[in-house]
């Protein structure tokens, strides 16, 4: 079942100096430092691993599944993220990889790419029959930046892909395959992604658009990749287990999953800062052609994300030599029409807003909380410098306002009224003389 309050980014505050240099950098101002150490509010966090990149001290991790989980079922297929395959330099075909999992004790593989061949026909299927005011489509490939949309673009919400992600595709079409062909029960085999970060992990435990996955775990790439590379010398190079195209190759990459959807009138960005700017432009309707819009928290894409272990540029790179060696076919070539009819393709669940942001849910009393935030605001330095721990002048007011910081947390205001009293102080002292 789902677990509303999962969030796979974690903060180990024994690690943590309180220095804030994560709270400058959170997109949706999740983090606060109070007491010398950073804390994360559950509601607005949207795990996109920003804090994990830029924490000196590690004090921000992702928590994913021990490869010892898989052990809990008979029965274990591994369902490699394509940006897996960019982790390792001058791979000559993606089967290298899978043949490489199964040796590590998986019982079956299935390729996340497979699962975005299958979910780049299904939208194009979509978008057939929508009409233009529902345009941009907006990608939900990346979860961080659905849930940005759910945090900071509500309004946007309705324009977000309602066909499941890849690995909930390749989990579903992976589990029902190797049952038929084994002869064994659903609950006997479990399915576990190889995870490129923690977004997705928090995907699996509280997913969007759907009550639950049906994927059973996600192991780090970090943790899986040592031992796979050693596993990888020994196979030829000439096996023909990958079945991916080199379009749902590509999806690993920034703009793969626009080349491969929408060709024309797309538009890739990578790097959360550089989404949202796009996303504001959208909501302010000034991108009115755009049909397809891809945005992934990671810079380059998936092959950026903070559990893989390639430098980003260089995995990019791979990807693209890899996707040159797959099945140059278009996944409408490549994908039965059987499977968009056989397998549930579409999310069953409708985004929400999340209201993290609001005030209040009474429109009267937000609109009070919001007079009284303004005119705090207005009494406050204006140097956004965090040494208040919150990351901005305005959303210490906030915190003023909800009634989790007080003025005097402001060093500046401190530092003024402590002035003055030191002052009166004075002026006492000499009227006493006198
Ligand atoms: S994971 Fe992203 S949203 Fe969550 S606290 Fe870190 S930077 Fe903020
Ligand atoms: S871009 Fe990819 S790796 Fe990065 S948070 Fe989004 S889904 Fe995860």
């Known amino acids: 079942m789902e677990d509303k309050r999962y969030h796979s980014v974690r903060l ?3 690690k943590c100096k309180g220095c804030t240099n994560c709270l400058k950098r959170c997109p949706t101002e999740a983090i606060r430092v109070r007491a010398g150490r950073a804390h994360i509010i559950d509601e607005r966090c949207i795990d996109c691993g920003e804090c994990i990149r830029v924490c000196e001290y590690h004090a921000k991790y992702a928590q994913t599944d021990p490869l010892a989980t898989i052990n ?6 591994a369902l490699p993220a394509p940006s897996l395959y960019g982790q390792f330099k001058k791979l000559a075909n993606a089967s290298q990889i899978l043949e490489g999992l199964l040796h590590m004790g998986f019982d079956d593989v299935f390729e996340v790419a497979a699962g975005a061949d299958i979910v780049t026909r299904a939208i194009r299927e979509r978008m057939r029959g929508m009409s233009t005011d529902e345009f941009p489509l907006i990608s939900s490939a990346c979860p961080a930046i659905t849930r940005l949309i759910q945090v900071r673009f509500p309004e946007l919400i309705s324009h977000i892909v309602d066909v499941r992600q890849p690995m909930e595709v390749a989990a579903m079409v992976a589990k029902r395959e190797f049952c038929q062909k084994r002869g064994v029960a659903e609950s006997e085999v479990g399915c576990f992604f190889i995870t490129p970060c923690a977004a997705k992990m928090t995907a699996i435990r509280n997913p969007i658009g759907q009550e639950k996955s049906a994927v059973d775990g996600a192991i780090s790439m970090l943790e899986i990749y040592g031992l796979l590379a050693g596993h990888l010398k020994n196979y030829p190079s000439e096996l023909t287990l990958s079945k991916a195209t ?3 190759v590509g999806w690993a990459n920034n703009g793969g999953e626009a080349v491969a959807v929408c060709p024309e009138n797309s538009m890739a960005v990578d790097g959360i800062e550089n989404v949202i700017r796009v996303l504001e432009e959208i909501e302010n309707n000034k991108l009115r052609d755009l049909v397809f819009f891809e945005g992934a928290a990671c810079t380059g894409g998936c092959v950026g994300g ?3 272990f390639e430098n980003g540029y260089i995995a990019r ?3 693209r030599a890899l996707m040159k060696n797959s099945d140059l076919r278009h996944p409408d070539e490549v994908v ?3 499977y968009l009819t056989k397998y549930a393709l579409q999310t069953t669940k409708k985004i929400t807003p999340n209201s993290a ?3 209040d849910d009474d429109i009267v009393e937000a609109m009070r909380k919001m007079e009284q935030l303004e005119s705090i605001v207005k009494s406050l330095p204006g140097y956004d410098c965090g040494s208040c721990g919150s990351p901005t002048c305005r959303t210490f007011a906030e915190d003023i306002v909800r009634g989790h910081a007080t003025k ?3 060093i500046h205001i401190l530092k003024d009224q402590l002035k003055i009293m030191a002052q009166k102080m004075v002026e006492l002292a000499k009227t006493t003389r006198e």
């Open 306 to 308: 903070p559990l893989t």
């Open 336 to 338: 039965k029409a059987s």
């Open 357 to 359: 942001m609001k005030l």
């Open 72 to 77: 809990r079922f008979k029965y274990k297929i």
């Open 246 to 248: 080199s379009y749902g």
């Open 317 to 319: 790179g791979s990807i």
């Open 408 to 410: 005097m947390d402001c």
């Open 12 to 14: 180990d505050p024994e």
